[in-house]
Each structure stands twice: as C-alpha cells, then as structure tokens.
C-alpha cells in the first residue's frame, strides 16, 4: 500500500515553469514504476510521463517530451515532473500514480495501482 500527495501546481502564465512533486509513503516506493496524468473536465486521463523504478527508463508522451523532465528521488520517496514552456492546453489536474506490477514504464492509466488526489496546474495565455 502507498499513499501518493501531489503538490506544486498552480497559476503560471505562458512559457513559465512548474515542479510537480508526489510524495509517497512506503518503503516500497523504489519498487513501483511511477507516472505522471493529467485530466481536464469532460475529457479522459492523458498520459504525461513515465519512470521506472529505478530511474533506467523513462518515456514522455510527444505533447510535453521536449517540455517536460521526469525524475525520482527513491531516498526521498519523491516523484517530480519539471515542466517548462508551459502552455495554456497544460491547463490540467495533474495526478501522479504507482504501478505495483509493471516491470517497465506504463502509458496506461489502468496498470496503475495507486493513485494522488490531484493538483491543479492553469496556465494563462
């Protein structure tokens, strides 16, 4: 069982910056591949990013690859998104997740076991 707290969000204006970070309780956080969704009213969960445990592969969906860094801290039991050059399509509640049984990354909202309760992130034009 893990408990996942995002924070970080926020207002930011166009082609700003944000840090996302999950913190997870648990030891067995450095066994979990991690990713990082977002969600916007009305439409489905959007993969953002992946991780696996222990930081050997990682992959971004093509909206945010050039934009955005995933990264872990296991001593830590800390998940981070850095997103820069945001944009206003960024507008999402983003949600970090744990998948207990993947041996690699995930893109698939379903293999996840875990998951936070969200952070807000607008982004203005």
């Known amino acids: 069982q893990v408990q996942l707290v995002e924070s970080g969000g926020g207002l930011v204006q166009a082609g700003g910056s944000l840090r996302l970070s999950c913190a997870a309780s648990?030891?067995?956080?450095?066994?979990?591949?991690m990713a990082w969704f977002r969600q916007v009213p009305g439409k489905e969960r959007e993969f953002v990013a992946s991780?696996?445990?222990?930081?050997?592969?990682?992959y971004r969906a093509d909206s945010v690859k050039d934009r955005a860094t995933i990264s872990r801290d296991n001593d830590k039991n800390t998940l981070y998104l850095q997103m820069d050059l945001l944009k206003p399509e960024d507008t999402a509640v983003y949600y970090c997740?744990?998948?207990?049984?993947?041996?690699?990354?995930?893109?698939?909202?379903?293999?996840?076991?875990?998951w936070g309760q969200g952070t807000q992130v607008t982004v203005s034009s």
């Open positions: 991780i696996d445990s222990g930081s050997n592969n990682e």
């Open positions: 648990g030891r067995a956080f450095r066994d979990y591949t």
């Open positions: 997740a744990a998948c207990s049984l993947c041996m690699t990354i995930s893109i698939e909202p379903r293999r996840y076991d875990y």
